[in-house]
């Protein structure tokens, strides 16, 4: 296997949860596996490592490489595709008939999977917009999070979707997180093309613990969000002819050169990542009548 895998998915049957991901999705069994039987390692369709693990194996994140990332029942894990019809076709292919099509606030095409546990497998089909045009969806994107909690109370922001997913608040403190994050990325890439950034570690369930976002005020982290998004912004007007600009971003305990990424892709991975958890907002405050 290339790497320890950063992500694992805990499921009830390993097998089928196996079976289901190598015979419908075109997963791959990774050649090395760990001892345990309760673990088995996969790659994904864009060749990543990850972790298939029961409810019986303890300490799950440790033995994953940063940033760390559990998926439980019911989540999503989103991946990119270039067609949405050929991803159709494959799947009908396998014999997988049960899936169905979404379009986002984005205009974005999605292809839904529901795996074993629940697990919803979304491909994405993206926009293909100009340059002009995706710097100004991200430019928007305080914005877009402060219309989200509009009118909402100091104890509105506590409520969540479900049991066990984040409240209205702790998903503003991790929207700032991901701003921050990303800040050095795209400077990076904006003022050094080609070079290597090394992305700090970011183990995301222990920041939210630790960072107290569960009890926190939100305006501070609004305002970074914003001043974050306008700060960028305004590098595009002053760094000419910089969108195929990259980075060769990698973790800390990764070998090799990393990943190229171009600024185009980080900016479309903050404008998503925003609309999603915008979202997750509204369909909160949809479930509580806010």
């Not at 919803?120 to 219309?147: C, F, N, W």
């Not at 926190?216 to 001043?227: D, F």
Request: proline residues 6%.
């Amino acid at each position: 296997m290339p790497e320890q895998p950063r992500f694992a998915l805990t499921v009830t049957d390993l097998a089928a949860s196996i079976a289901f991901a190598v015979d419908f999705l075109g997963f791959k069994l990774a050649e090395t596996q760990p001892e345990s039987a309760d673990m088995k390692y996969l790659l994904d369709s864009d060749g990543d490592p990850m972790m298939l693990t029961t409810p019986q194996v303890q300490n799950v994140r440790e033995r994953l490489a940063e940033p760390r990332l559990v998926f439980k029942p019911g989540d999503t894990l989103d991946f990119l595709c270039e067609d949405i019809e050929t991803q159709r076709a494959t799947f009908a292919s396998r014999g997988l008939t049960s899936v169905h099509e979404e379009t986002n606030a984005l205009g974005e095409r999605k292809l839904v999977v529901v795996a074993p546990d629940n697990y919803k497998i979304v491909y994405i089909m993206p926009v293909k917009r100009s340059p002009e045009e995706t710097i100004a969806l991200y430019a928007q994107g305080g914005e877009d999070v402060e219309a989200a909690i509009a009118g909402l109370s100091e104890a509105d922001l506590d409520l969540t979707r479900a049991p066990g997913e984040w409240t209205i608040r702790q998903i503003v403190h991790h929207l700032a997180e991901s701003a921050s994050l990303s800040l050095m990325t795209i400077k990076a890439a904006l003022a050094q093309s080609g070079s290597t950034y090394v992305r700090p570690p970011y183990d995301q369930e222990h920041w939210a613990e630790t960072l107290a976002y569960d009890r926190r005020p939100i305006e501070p982290s609004l305002a970074l969000i914003k001043a974050i998004h306008a700060h960028i912004t305004q590098l595009f007007q002053y760094v000419p002819d910089c969108w195929d600009h990259y980075t060769m971003m990698k973790f800390p305990d990764q070998e090799g050169e990393g990943r190229k990424l171009t600024l185009g892709y980080l900016i479309d991975i903050q404008i998503g990542h925003t609309a999603d958890h915008c979202d997750e907002i509204r369909e909160t405050r949809r479930v509580h009548n806010r």
